[in-house]
């Protein structure tokens, strides 16, 4: 009798993913036949080539575009199945997925069409990709916060399937303090709240993040590190950052990833977990940002582990659940890899 190989990665949430950035270009060109929707490139490879930007609003601008071929419910399933299937076997036991509505919404697609096309993957999830998930529903930071507060009524009045909210899309210019009142609708409706700060932005947002809008976990935030009187109270307080190093370095957050603040982070005791964002727009599932994070800095084992492990405590998951993850983190950290 033969046993089964220790895994080379460790079981770990991912906890900063977009489903409209994961988007692959196959499946761009598929649905642009599907609904008839036409692409400024003549094929996925001519698609594929064209991402290299030159910083968050490039990117943006590029990811907008491509999301025009999602137009139906199933379009958005099959978005949101692709990615379960990819991040399964990266290692991925659990995901937490944004979506933006209002990328949709400016476009016409009804809200029912993005939210059930969503829901009804994610609750296929468990079963077909042994991968739970949770949704949460991002607002954009560069339109209006009494747009977003309407979008926040009508997911509650639908009684959407979301875990909490987020707020994302372009930073500079855009500091947290107009969305308080989304953010205290959420808390008072029993949401979680998360919040993309310190991104491109001053470390100043993170702050706000946290104080303005009770934030309790913070996406990025990687300019903290400029605020060391903020890096210790965010080690205090054990906030979780989901922080994507290789999307930094494909929006020139940072110049390389030797560069990236993550050790430094590490090492002042944060909470941070390593995620993906929009995978294939940056090359990189969350497996290859643990390759390329752990080649970069030559991450041991444990440190791999304790990455693995802060992925599952900065979820939202309940607590029986997180110390059922743990103890699996624990064990593939003691396995021979
Ligand atoms: N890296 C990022 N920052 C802000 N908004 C985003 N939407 C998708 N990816 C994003
Ligand atoms: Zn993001």
Do not use: K
Request: net charge negative.
């Amino acid at each position: 009798m033969t046993t089964p190989a220790p895994s080379t990665r460790p079981p770990r949430a991912e906890l900063h993913v977009h489903v409209e950035g994961t988007l692959e270009p196959d499946l761009a060109f598929e649905l642009a036949a599907r609904n008839g929707v036409g692409l400024p490139y003549p094929d996925p490879e001519s698609l594929r080539a064209a991402y290299e930007f030159e910083d968050l609003r490039s990117f943006l601008d590029l990811y907008s575009a491509a999301m025009s071929v999602l137009r139906n419910e199933a379009d958005f399933a099959d978005l949101t199945s692709a990615y379960l299937t990819r991040a399964a076997r990266a290692g991925v036991r659990h995901a937490e997925i944004s979506f933006d509505p209002q990328a949709h919404l400016v476009r016409g697609v009804p809200l029912e069409a993005v939210v059930d096309g969503i829901a009804g993957a994610l609750r296929r999830s468990e079963v077909e990709h042994g991968v739970t998930t949770l949704l949460i529903a991002a607002f954009h930071r560069d339109r209006d916060s009494a747009e977003a507060l309407d979008i926040l009524e009508r997911l509650l009045a639908m009684d959407a399937p979301i875990v909490g909210i987020g707020l994302d899309n372009a930073e500079i210019g855009y500091p947290p303090g107009p969305f308080r009142d989304v953010y205290a609708r959420a808390e008072e409706a029993g949401l979680r709240r998360t919040a993309h700060a310190g991104e491109e932005g001053p470390a100043q947002n993170v702050r706000d993040a946290l104080d303005l809008l009770h934030a309790e976990r913070i996406d990025h935030g990687i300019a903290v590190v400029q605020d060391p009187e903020l890096v210790a109270r965010v080690v205090a307080e054990q906030v979780p950052f989901t922080v994507c190093p290789v999307s930094n370095v494909r929006l020139r957050a940072v110049p390389a990833l030797a560069e990236h603040p993550l050790p430094a982070m590490i090492e002042a005791g944060m909470l941070v977990s390593i995620n993906s964002d929009d995978p294939p727009y940056f090359g990189a599932y969350v497996d290859d940002v643990d390759d390329a994070v752990t080649a970069a800095f030559g991450l041991t084992r444990d440190q791999r582990a304790a990455l693995a492990a802060a992925s599952f405590r900065g979820s939202f998951l309940p607590p029986d659940r997180v110390a059922a993850h743990l103890a699996d983190v624990e064990a593939w950290r003691l396995a021979d890899g």
